[in-house]
């Protein structure tokens, strides 16, 4: 049974930085390509970061990128998702997810689809205060 939790979500004023942590159990983090999402109230799931199974490639979407950093661990099985310069509308739960590895072409083509993640975390939220 794979299981994610995230961590390192709360309250931060617009300008400010936090770092989120998601913990992989019950199976092998380096066969899991891991992206962060972000779902605020009555929206569908965003896309935010995905990096590949071995660290050395990621993406991001465009309203995060320069300001937000995805890495990961694969010795404590985590990823980390950095967060800069927060603005108000960052505020959301931010869920990290888990694919199992995939062949590059698939996952070009589904890093950023959340339907495409086999896995799911219970969440952390964030807020950015104005």
């Known amino acids: 049974q794979v299981q994610l939790v995230e961590s390192g979500g709360g309250l931060v004023q617009a300008g400010g930085s936090l770092r989120l942590s998601c913990v992989v159990s019950?199976?092998?983090?380096?066969?899991?390509?891991m992206g962060w999402f972000r779902q605020e109230p009555g929206k569908e799931r965003e896309f935010v970061a995905a990096?590949?199974?071995?660290?050395?490639?990621?993406y991001y979407a465009e309203s995060v990128k320069g300001r937000f950093t995805i890495s990961r661990d694969n010795a404590k099985s985590t990823v980390y998702l950095q967060m800069s310069s927060l603005k108000p509308e960052d505020t959301a739960v931010y869920y990290c997810?888990?694919?199992?590895?995939?062949?590059?072409?698939?996952?070009?083509?589904?890093?950023?689809?959340?339907?495409?993640?086999?896995?799911w975390g219970q969440g952390t939220q964030v807020t950015v205060s104005s």
């Open positions: 990096i590949r199974y071995a660290g050395g490639i990621v």
């Open positions: 997810g888990a694919q199992i590895r995939k062949i590059s072409s698939e996952w070009w083509r589904t890093r950023d689809e959340a339907a495409e993640y086999d896995y």
């Open positions: 019950g199976g092998t983090f380096r066969n899991y390509e």
